[in-house]
């Protein structure tokens, strides 16, 4: 059995290391939970027994827990400028052996390392199958639904890669890539304005009608383009923000 009692405590012990009241560590604290609380939500509508939806919501709990250590040793949150963070949470999970402390029954350690590695690819990997591509696909679509939430309640200095606003535009590359690809090569990003892209991009990478539907009822999307237009002091970003909302409100309504 799955003690989510246990494990959520367990996870406020080990969180407790990396001063949980600085904004960063805070801000990827909440995350976290609120991705635990999605991912059994997104479980529950998948109509999946009680156990799964247990492994469900500690799966979100496992997702980021190697983004307390990535800080510690990088000072960013920034994947190309230190570690891949979800490497480096199933390393901490497994190869720092931290998942003893969680007593999850070892016939789901393959099914967590597979979720965890597969949240923040591009794509998930084309090998998985069964129960290990299905709880991929269920923390990659609860961690992009908070990843909007998150987008549009906290300050932008937590949020945001570079320190730097002053930013002239978003590059035409990662544009094409967006309107394109409909995804983002995060080696190409160099600004904080580009990085505005990779959030609009997760419109495309969803897995389940309930996730698109969440995200259809909210104004996530909206919101975060007037924020970034009070953010970011240059018009040519203001425009180039109205076009990517205009394009991924025309997708959404497309779909319902």
């Not at 407790?16 to 904004?23: A, M, Q």
């Not at 992009?144 to 932008?156: A, P, R, V």
């Not at 890669?161 to 930013?167: A, L, M, N, S, T």
């Not at 190409?188 to 009608?209: E, G, M, R, S, W």
């Amino acid at each position: 059995m799955i003690d989510v009692e246990l494990a959520k405590k367990e996870f406020d012990k080990y969180v407790s290391n990396f001063n949980p009241n600085e904004g960063r560590i805070k801000l990827k604290i909440e995350h976290i939970k609120r991705v635990a609380e999605m991912s059994k939500k997104l479980a529950m509508n998948l109509n999946l027994d009680e156990e799964y939806i247990k492994l469900a919501e500690i799966i979100g709990l496992f997702h980021d827990i190697g983004r307390f250590k990535q800080v510690e040793l990088f000072n960013t949150f920034s994947d190309k400028d230190s570690v891949n963070h979800a490497e480096f949470s199933v390393k901490t999970l497994f190869d720092d052996n931290l998942i003893a402390n969680f007593n999850i029954d070892e016939k789901y350690h393959q099914i967590i390392k597979s979720a965890v590695l597969n949240h923040n690819k591009p794509r998930i990997d084309s090998a998985l199958t069964g129960d290990e591509l299905l709880f991929a696909k269920i923390i990659r679509d609860a961690d992009k639904l908070d990843i909007f939430y998150t987008i549009c309640e906290y300050d932008f200095e937590s949020i945001f890669w570079y320190p730097e606003f002053d930013c002239e535009r978003i590059s035409d590359i990662i544009i094409n890539q967006f309107i394109n690809d409909h995804s983002i090569n995060y080696p190409d990003i160099k600004t904080n304005a580009d990085v505005i892209l990779c959030f609009y991009a997760y419109i495309y990478d969803f897995n389940f009608d309930f996730s698109l539907g969440f995200l259809k009822t909210k104004d996530y999307l909206e919101t975060f383009a007037g924020r970034v237009k009070q953010k970011f002091s240059s018009e040519i970003v203001g425009q180039q923000v109205d076009e990517i909302l205009k394009i991924s409100n025309d997708y959404l309504n497309s779909i319902f």
